[in-house]
């Protein structure tokens, strides 16, 4: 994002706080969505991921209150006003959009840190239902702007943290912490290579300009909903296999002892192992080519990830699989469906000479087939959460 766009996208914020809340706010912060190169459904297996943030962004303009009251706006949103006594949260209690934010005062609280009450208007430009983790960002601007308001002191991890914890015991997905952490730890120009065990990572370099290349987003327009339950039963499946095989998570189960493992477990849930396994081999095979200096090798492990997720974790739809074989026909590198599934999102690596081909392609694809027409844009590695004034 240019500075000039990001500039009037924090005016944007600022003005919903004048007109929901009166007078100005005390700061403006930024929390982005994010892409996922590579390391879909690891998360929450303990294993390995690599994400970077996008320029698409939630902007939250915030000041504090006395009162011990919340009131919460979004520019998106019906114009009305979400507004709670800091004293009577619990999950459950503020429904909709709003149960994100909510939320994040909530684990605030729980984890012990002393938060008043707070004005808050937010401007998001990040799509939602696409598997771009609009909801983190909705939680990571909210974290870090208390977090600066009242002096808490948190780091990026620590933020992402308590983001997630909002989303699992507040909300009630039981998402991993992939995408908060993204939200809140990406590097401009690098893909964070994240172990979700130990919760250290690394920024790996992803200047992916210079050797021509570009990363094209396809939003397929069909809108997935975690909280549905599909989520939930597939991770209750990973921990059923888990406590079957007698380890920790399946991320501890190696390529090399996979096809022992299938053996050991009933024939539902070893395409989920089968995933689990394969997939963060796929992460640490992206790190070591991006460490190469290699990214059009990237190709290929975007692609066998997709199969992966149709064949075996069976999350992908028919509109994703289309995009997914439309773009590589006319010649993406690789091309894979990203986020928790049932829709969302394609992430297609493309020689950038050949992104105009690749998109008009897609969206005819789409036409022939009856289906709506599919947003796209470039996926560009941008800033985690900060301060935007």
Do not use: M
């Given at each position: 994002m240019t500075t000039d766009a990001a500039a009037d996208a924090a005016?944007?914020?600022?003005?919903?706080?004048?007109s929901a809340h009166g007078g100005s706010p005390e700061g403006v912060w930024a929390a982005p969505g994010r892409i996922n190169l590579i390391g879909e459904h690891?998360?929450?297996?303990?294993?390995?991921?690599l994400p970077a943030a996008l320029p698409h962004a939630t902007r939250v303009a915030a000041r504090r209150r006395a009162d011990g009251r919340v009131r919460l706006f979004s520019a998106q949103g019906d114009g009305s006003v979400a507004e709670f006594a800091l004293a009577d949260l619990a999950p459950g209690s503020v429904p909709g959009w709003a149960a994100y934010p909510a939320g994040v005062f909530w684990a605030l609280a729980?984890?012990?840190?002393r938060v008043g009450g707070a004005d808050l208007a937010f401007s998001s430009d990040v799509p939602t239902g696409a598997g771009l983790s609009s909801s983190a960002a909705l939680e990571c601007a909210t974290v870090i702007s208390l977090d600066e308001l009242y002096g808490l002191g948190l780091d990026a991890p620590g933020r992402a943290?308590?983001?997630?914890?909002a989303e699992n015991a507040y909300v009630g997905v039981p998402c991993g912490a992939l995408d908060q952490m993204a939200s809140s730890c990406c590097v401009a120009g690098h893909a964070y290579f994240l172990d979700t065990r130990t919760l250290t990572g690394r920024q790996v370099p992803l200047d992916l300009t210079a050797v021509g290349l570009s990363l094209l987003v396809v939003d397929t327009r069909v809108k997935h909903d975690l909280g549905d339950g599909a989520y939930a039963g597939l991770r209750a499946g990973c921990e059923r296999a888990a406590e079957l095989l007698g380890v920790r998570a399946l991320r501890d189960v190696d390529a090399a002892g996979l096809?022992?493992?299938e053996e050991r477990l009933p024939a539902e849930l070893r395409p989920l192992l089968?995933?689990?396994v394969t997939e963060d081999q796929?992460?640490?095979?992206?790190?070591?080519l991006l460490d190469a200096g290699d990214p059009r090798a990237l190709g290929p492990v975007l692609t066998a990830g997709h199969a992966s997720l149709r064949d075996d974790y069976r999350v992908s739809c028919p509109e994703t699989d289309l995009a997914v074989a439309t773009a590589n026909a006319a010649g993406a590198l690789g091309a894979r469906m990203m986020g928790g599934g049932f829709g969302g999102s394609v992430l297609a690596l493309v020689d950038t000479d050949r992104l105009a081909e690749v998109e008009r392609e897609v969206r005819g694809a789409f036409a022939a087939a009856g289906y709506g027409?599919?947003?796209?844009f470039q996926a560009v590695p941008s800033q985690g959460a900060h301060r935007v004034r």
């Open positions: 005016a944007e914020a600022e003005a919903a706080f004048a690891t998360d929450y297996n303990e294993g390995y991921v729980e984890a012990g840190h943290l308590l983001a997630q914890r096809a022992a493992a089968r995933h689990v796929r992460v640490l095979d992206a790190v070591a027409e599919p947003q796209t």
